[in-house]
C-alpha cells in the first residue's frame, strides 16, 4: 500500500508559544477546500499516512499544518507542503 510521510520543521520549540498539538489539514491539489485531515498532540513534527487514512492512489494533494496552543488555533502559522501524487 501507499504511503506519505509528511515532515515539517517548527519555527521555534514547542514551548516557546505553548503549542499543546498540530493541526493537519489537506485538501485536493486541484481544489481550494482545505478539510481537517488529523488533530495530534504532542511535539513531533513527523507522521505517516497510508491508504487506511482515506488516501486515494494516484491522486495529488497539498498538506498544511498549523500549531495549536491551549487557547487558539494558529492560523496565521499553517505552513502548506508543495503538491504531491500519492503513491
Do not use: H, M
Amino acid at each position: 500500500p501507499g504511503s506519505i510521510r509528511l515532515q515539517w520543521n517548527a519555527s521555534a520549540p514547542p514551548q516557546t508559544y505553548g503549542i499543546a498539538g498540530y493541526r493537519i489539514e489537506i485538501k485536493l491539489a486541484s481544489s481550494g477546500t482545505w478539510e481537517l485531515f488529523r488533530e495530534t498532540t504532542g511535539p513531533s513534527y513527523i507522521y505517516e499516512f497510508t491508504e487506511a487514512d482515506g488516501l486515494v492512489l494516484g491522486t495529488r494533494y497539498v498538506f498544511r499544518v498549523a500549531g495549536i496552543t491551549t487557547s487558539c488555533l494558529s492560523q496565521s502559522g499553517f505552513k502548506e507542503s508543495d503538491p504531491f501524487t500519492f503513491t
